[in-house]
């Protein structure tokens, strides 16, 4: 029986949502989003489907780039340098993953650092890991307003986050370590994984290994955070959490879906207000 509280990802969002709507009619302004989508996956065209629709509810102005799935590296940068100099464009997100003949890592280094949204670029990576102002990636960032929604002081708690991605794992512990947490994060090569789990005031979970993280990983009372979207056999969407076994230590759990998913279109919208209110 789950015993946690169920941390309402949708729920939060659309509160953001709600509040950055205010704030655009408020400003004047209508922030630019640009999109640009390369090839034909089907998982790619349905998250950008997704991100326009929410930035027409909020008020946003979304321009999508739909490019072949041959094109080169040449025609891409192309694009994002147009971009980067259009000033109807306040926020560029170029979706991954990218064909694999062309160098993702190359092409958002060309995306300007306070345009890119997605907040990935190497400069935005070193305001975070320097505690400077920058464009936060949006999972970690709506990761931490989830926990905030359970505990609004962070200070001195443990926090273990599995995983070390530049996509999530390292900008959340860097998120964390802000909020005066004691990170540890953890990989695939650490020792003894649910036993340092087990001290978490804070799991993050972020491995893409369907319900790997166990009931008897979590501290009773902990706050669990699956970033985790993995699809079974049966076509139902599970995280990297075992939910039913995990919610009845915890004291506090996302749920898969309708925890961070929506959170990460949220603090997508509100990077882009962010960058056309600079």
């Known amino acids: 029986m789950t015993q946690a509280r169920i941390i309402d ?153 599995i995983g070390r991605s530049l996509l999530f794992g390292k900008p959340m512990g860097q998120l964390l370590l802000a909020e005066n947490c004691t990170v540890t994060q953890c990989h695939s090569k650490t020792r003894d994984l649910p036993g340092v789990c087990r001290q978490a005031d804070i799991l993050v979970a972020a491995v893409g290994r369907a319900k790997m993280v166990k009931g008897d990983w979590i501290k009773p009372g902990a706050v669990v955070i699956d970033v985790g979207i993995n699809r079974g056999d049966d076509g139902k969407l599970t995280g990297d959490v075992d939910f039913e076994e995990a919610a009845k230590a915890a004291g506090a759990i996302t749920p898969v879906p309708g925890g961070v998913g929506p959170m990460t279109i949220a603090c997508l919208l509100m990077n882009t207000v962010k960058a056309a209110h600079a």
């Open 9 to 161: 990802g949708k729920a939060v969002a659309e509160r953001l949502r709600t509040g950055l709507a205010e704030e655009i009619k408020k400003s004047g302004t209508k922030p630019g989003l640009a999109v640009i989508l390369v090839g034909d996956d089907p998982a790619s065209q349905v998250y950008v489907r997704n991100k326009i629709k929410a930035c027409e509810q909020a008020g946003i102005e979304s321009y999508e780039h739909k490019m072949a799935a041959t094109s080169t590296q040449q025609e891409v940068r192309h694009v994002i340098r147009n971009l980067n100099v259009n000033p109807l464009v306040h926020g560029i997100l170029m979706q991954l993953p990218l064909p694999g003949h062309l160098d993702s890592s190359a092409l958002i280094n060309e995306i300007d650092p306070d345009k890119d949204v997605d907040g990935l670029h190497p400069l935005n990576a070193g305001r975070l890991m320097a505690g400077l102002p920058g464009m936060t990636p949006c999972t970690p960032q709506g990761s931490l307003l989830l926990i905030k929604e359970i505990q609004k002081d962070l200070t001195g708690l443990h926090a273990v986050v």
